[in-house]
């Protein structure tokens, strides 16, 4: 099966933040998002609500439970107590635990996961317990993800930005997809579903899904939202959905 599309609605939000107003609606657009085809919806809640508010999370919830419930509901963020009890209270279907420092502008490496395991292991062991699939987000990293299997986590997230980043440099793109692909191997291989993020558009996503064929999902908010800006959230959908191989 292809990889799944989660469509990142945090892009969309801090544009409507940047106004007191209500548009673009958050969900609106989750709506167009999901009924194009989409898999899922992913927020990533931060303090400052710079993007996402607190009072987006249950109208997004609620949109998912009453119009498609077949989609999944993805919240991201930094496992403090705060963020641990909103997810608890608004039951995402995959929580993806990032490290960043909450005020940093987005997530940009994965978790010393042999260093900081005892720090994770407890927060997954609630997470797990609460019925939420956990990822973990993880740098393109081989002999790193042996120890993110033994925090109980289902998943890492692989952190795609440096592949992203090589758009206009085929060579370095080719070496930054093979890093991919073999820290993808390795987590297969020590039993963990596999998921990717950050900087994926439409011309870096067929390569990415033709190394990684057993690659479960894709987030993607920036260039999708910037790809719908010019083609609109229902057909930007669509191309990202055909380059995922749907």
């Known amino acids: 099966m292809p990889a799944k599309l989660s469509v990142n609605l945090n892009a969309i939000a801090m544009l409507r933040n940047r106004r007191d107003l209500p548009w673009p609606s958050v969900t609106g657009l989750g709506r167009i998002a999901l009924a194009a085809g989409a898999h899922g919806l ?4 931060r303090p400052d609500e710079r993007h996402i508010r607190r009072s987006d999370l ?3 919830r609620a949109l998912i439970d009453d119009e498609f419930p077949h989609a999944e509901f993805n919240i991201e963020g930094y496992p403090s107590e705060e963020f641990l009890r909103l997810v608890e209270e608004h039951q995402p279907e995959q929580v993806t635990l990032v490290p960043d420092d909450p005020a940093q502008a987005t997530s940009d490496h994965g978790w010393n996961f042999a260093g900081q395991a005892a720090f994770l292991v ?6 797990k317990k609460g019925g939420f699939r956990v990822s973990l987000f993880s740098d393109p990293d081989p002999e790193a993800v042996a120890a993110a299997s033994q925090t109980g986590a289902d998943r890492i997230e692989l952190y795609t930005g440096p592949y992203g980043a090589c758009h206009s440099d085929s060579g370095k793109a080719g070496n930054e997809l093979e890093r991919l692909g073999k820290t993808a191997d390795a ?3 020590a039993g963990l579903g596999v998921n990717a993020g950050h900087d994926l558009v439409v011309d870096n996503l067929p390569p990415l899904v033709a190394r990684i064929p057993a690659l479960a999902e894709v987030s993607i908010g920036h260039g999708l939202t910037a790809d719908a800006l010019e083609h609109g959230m229902a057909r930007s959908v669509q191309r990202f959905l055909k380059a995922c191989g749907w």
């Open 187 to 189: 987590a297969l291989a």
């Open 58 to 60: 249950p109208q997004i």
């Open 122 to 127: 407890p927060i997954v062991r609630r997470l």
């Open 42 to 45: 992913t927020v990533h809640p």
